[in-house]
């Protein structure tokens, strides 16, 4: 038996992925652990499957999709309701992870400054390709996936420090949650994983990869790989991670990055047969050139009209930062990416 750790598996309409996910989840060595299943309001039957099929599960069936942050949100509240509980790990219902998934996040945060653990996924699709190895920062807000479509070939396989773990696979600690917060219920979607770890990161906790913990992902089997809305909450939610987290001598770089990042997904659709998706990542064509500028624009006024709130939340992080600036600036040379590295998708 080791420390109570709970899963917290987000559902919407995935009838057709959640069954392996959660046999998958029931037949792991880390025996200890309660599971908990949040639907996000499916019209698929895909809850009254999991009540019926896996009645070991805790079913929290909400009447609305509220989206990643806050419908995970609801199942870690539930999970952390246990004054037992010592880890949540959050995973996506698109995932089927291996035994030991579990047992390798937990034995990575024995250290108490470890406060985040990031998994292995691999495309389900595509098994011996990477989907993500954890979340590299970059300058203008957003994050890269460490280890993005290469070839596993043990490159990432020692169990090292990340910046941040993806939420589809993540283990956090109990005293992280209740010193930070949960996830930032205004990101809706995308990066509030990103936006959770700058603020754990600011009070001092640290992330370890658990090259063990292996999750194979249908990437973006909920949503379109490329779609208007996830082109629109990702650049939303950049600029709100840039405003609330990134000391004001680093907001300035930004704005070359981030133009760098728009040209070359303008090129993308441009000219999408000389620069194509990458292939099994998603479903989905995603948006027109049209669509994709009209999406960007529209984020960016949205984010620049809740910069009040995002100012607030600035503010908020004084409370509990235990990091000075130099510090966050050796972070972005340490684990960031360089221009020339970015990935074109």
């Not at 999991?50 to 999970?79: C, K, M, Q, S, W």
């Not at 219902?93 to 998994?119: C, H, I, Y």
């Not at 099994?280 to 009040?308: H, K, S």
């Not at 995002?310 to 360089?338: E, I, S």
Request: include cysteine.
């Amino acid at each position: 038996m080791g420390p109570r750790t709970h899963v917290v598996i987000l559902n919407w309409n995935g009838r057709r992925y959640v069954r392996d996910c959660l046999d998958s989840v029931f037949a792991q060595t880390h025996e200890d652990a309660k599971i908990f299943v949040v639907d996000n309001g499916s019209t698929d039957g895909s809850a009254e499957f999991i009540r019926d099929a896996f009645p070991e599960a805790v079913l929290i069936a909400l009447p609305e999709n509220l989206h990643f942050a806050r419908g995970t949100n609801a199942g870690v509240e539930a999970a952390l309701r246990d004054p037992a509980c010592e880890f949540v790990i959050t995973l996506n219902n698109d995932t089927r992870s291996d035994p030991e998934f579990v047992a390798s996040l937990v034995k990575a945060a024995q250290e108490g400054r470890v406060g985040m653990v990031a998994a292995k996924l691999l495309f389900m699709d595509r098994p011996t390709i990477l989907n993500t190895t954890g979340i590299c920062p970059t300058r203008d807000g957003s994050g890269v996936d460490r280890g993005w479509n290469q070839r596993d070939e043990g490159q990432f396989d020692g169990e090292t420090d990340v910046f941040a773990p993806t939420a589809g696979a993540a283990l956090y600690r109990r005293s992280l949650f209740d010193r930070v917060g949960l996830f930032d219920a205004d990101f809706v979607a995308y990066y509030e994983d990103l936006d959770l770890a700058w603020r754990a990161r600011l009070a001092g906790w640290e992330t370890r990869f658990a090259p063990r913990a292996v999750v194979y992902h249908k990437y973006s089997g909920s949503s379109s790989y490329q779609s208007a809305w996830k082109t629109y909450q990702g650049e939303r939610n950049r600029i709100w991670n840039l405003v609330q987290n990134y000391p004001l001598q680093y907001l300035a770089e930004g704005i070359p990055w981030n133009g760098l990042r728009v040209l070359a997904a303008l090129r993308r659709r441009l000219a999408p047969a000389r620069h194509p998706s990458p292939p099994g990542a998603g479903a989905g064509q995603g948006p027109t050139f049209a669509e994709f500028a009209a999406a960007t624009v529209r984020a960016r006024l949205d984010a620049y009209a809740g910069l009040r709130r995002a100012l607030q939340k600035r503010r908020m992080r004084h409370a509990y930062r235990r990091v000075d600036n130099p510090t966050v600036g050796r972070w972005l040379r340490h684990y960031g990416v360089p221009i020339k590295a970015m990935p074109v998708n």
